[in-house]
């Protein structure tokens, strides 16, 4: 028997907005309808992604961030079926996992600082683990984290997450933790002052927003956790495995945090996995005898495809040289936002390292762009992005999205292959659109308005 899975997601492709909607997310379904993203993506590679048509796009998200190689790479691809065709004893629980310790032996050495690998289901799980490890190995229940961050959804990752739009509307949640500004290095040392918190949680940069952090942040950071007992704790999910141009972004500040979380791109886009790199003293707090060995686990944690994923994943960044391209691209793109900022007003901000880029958008000097932009903020806060991430999609064909709810900044999240054919793509698609939103406010006022009527209809409407 063939069991052909692309023949039925060819047969019944059509159908994936009602399926959503009858089954799923409808919210999710009209939005995509409301901004007009709704052109039924049906192939994707590398860089690209592929409507019902074969019109290419170029695509700024990456499924926020698993795509750092692209999407179904070849080598990942082999790396997958080979597994299959195998036939390994996988997920014995009670055996370990050669895989597993392939793949956590080829990560600690791009982090010799660090001694110890545990494998979670995803970044949101290797956030909880680093909760719980943290609270084992200090004694303590503190948890501070700042303002704007975000580190995943289930319940204690969303104890610590910095934006109130996600938290509200889910009860009480994880007791002990502190919120303190990014980049505040008095008011971190006010909360670890009573040396009762486990843990910093932190972002080298936020990812909502493409916050960055000032030159000297991180290593007070590492002092002040130093200095109070606390453990630092980088979520390099979004940021790692080469996003800023160096395998951690840590390394642009030259700082060692007791733990390194991963995820995103080292699933290779395929199977979730997720990491957590320890101090060996943290897992021995953990770990501390034979009848705790199972203590803390993940059913999937180490399954032989998120293994092979990872492995494959870090063996491509290495022979295609993707770290130095993400650093050499981002430069370029980096470059051109600048220049184009200089000469548009509404252009407020350019932020990020590597392929990790904000183009931060704000309130214009002159009245006739000043009355365009109170016109269209004044009906939903943010939504003045929107008017230019929509028709980069429709006239451009560049998929983007703002950096946050409510937020005035667009992130470019692309894959690390990007090309210089791909950055000129970029730059002129945002050059014109960002001219022609400089023309006056009746296209723009225009758009905005059909979107917040779509936005505030009612379900059925």
């Known amino acids: ?150 580190h995943g959804l289930s319940n204690g990752a969303l104890s610590l997450n910095g934006d109130d739009i996600f938290r509200g509307g889910f009860g009480a949640l994880l007791p002990g933790c502190v919120r303190v500004p990014f980049n505040d290095l008095a008011a971190l040392e006010e909360a670890l002052r009573a040396r009762t918190i486990a843990a910093f949680f932190v972002e080298p940069i ?53 733990m390194v979380l991963l995820a995103k791109t080292l699933s290779g886009g395929h199977v979730p996995v997720g990491a957590v790199l320890s101090r060996k003293a943290i897992f021995a707090k953990v770990f501390d005898r034979m009848d705790r060995a199972v203590v803390h686990g993940s059913t999937f944690g180490k399954n032989d495809l998120a293994m092979a994923a990872g492995i494959a994943t870090l063996d491509v960044l290495a022979s295609e040289r993707l770290i130095e391209n993400a650093e050499r691209q981002g430069e370029r793109l980096l470059r051109g936002f600048a220049d184009m900022a200089a000469r548009y007003e509404m252009i407020k901000e350019i932020r990020g390292r590597g392929l990790l880029i904000g183009v ?56 690390l292959i990007l090309t210089d054919e791909d950055c000129d793509w970029i730059l002129n698609a945002f050059e014109a659109v960002v001219a022609a939103s400089h023309q006056g406010p009746a296209a723009v006022w225009s758009l905005g308005k059909t979107l917040v009527g779509h936005a505030l209809r009612p379900t059925g409407s």
């Open 206 to 258: 936020q990812g909502k927003g493409v916050n960055m952090p000032d030159d000297g942040y991180l290593a007070g950071v590492a002092d002040l956790c130093r200095r109070y007992g606390t453990l630092f704790v980088a979520d390099e999910i979004q940021t790692g495995l080469g996003r800023t141009g160096r395998f951690l972004a840590v390394e642009h500040w030259n700082v060692e945090p007791d």
């Open 360 to 415: 931060e958008f704000g309130e214009p000097r002159s009245l006739k762009l000043k009355a365009c932009w109170n016109l269209v903020e004044s009906a939903s806060k943010g939504l003045f992005c929107q008017t230019i991430t929509i028709p980069l999609f429709k006239e451009h064909r560049i998929l983007s999205q703002v950096a946050g709810h409510a937020s005035h900044t667009i992130k470019l999240l692309p894959a």
């Open 1 to 150: 028997m063939t069991y052909d899975i692309a023949g039925l997601f060819a047969r019944r492709e059509h159908e994936r907005y009602e399926l959503h909607s009858r089954h799923l997310n409808e919210q999710m379904v009209r939005v995509l309808k409301t901004i007009g993203y709704d052109v039924r993506f049906s192939r994707g590679q590398g860089q690209y992604l592929f409507d019902r048509d074969g019109a290419r796009y170029l695509d700024l998200l990456s499924g926020f961030g698993v795509f750092g190689i692209g999407r179904n790479h070849p080598v990942l691809r082999e790396a997958l079926t080979s597994v299959l065709d195998a036939e390994l004893p996988n997920l014995v629980q009670m055996d370990v996992s050669a895989l597993a310790g392939i793949l956590a032996e080829r990560l600690l050495v791009r982090v010799p600082y660090l001694d110890k690998v545990f494998f979670a289901n995803s970044g949101a799980d290797a956030v909880e683990t680093a909760i719980k490890f943290a609270r084992a190995a200090t004694g303590r229940s503190g948890i501070v984290f700042c303002d704007h961050a975000f």
